[in-house]
């Protein structure tokens, strides 16, 4: 049996979107991980701009 580069990374790239669609119920929250990743870039984003205003 042989395997391609292309269906390694099919297969990677599958396994990821199915892990970062799993949800979490926490404190009445409810969202998936791709909202918890991109949650954090933006607070991470407006600290940044914030923090470098105030230098």
């Known amino acids: 049996m042989e395997v391609s580069i292309w269906d390694l ?3 990677l790239w599958e396994s990821a979107l199915g892990f970062l669609n799993n949800r979490i119920d926490i404190l009445g929250l ?3 991980l791709w909202e918890f990743a991109l949650g954090i870039v933006i607070v991470d984003l407006l600290l940044y701009a914030i ?3 105030l230098n």
Request: aromatic residues 34%.
């Open 51 to 53: 923090f470098r205003a």
């Open 30 to 32: 409810n969202f998936t």
């Open 9 to 11: 990374m099919t297969f």
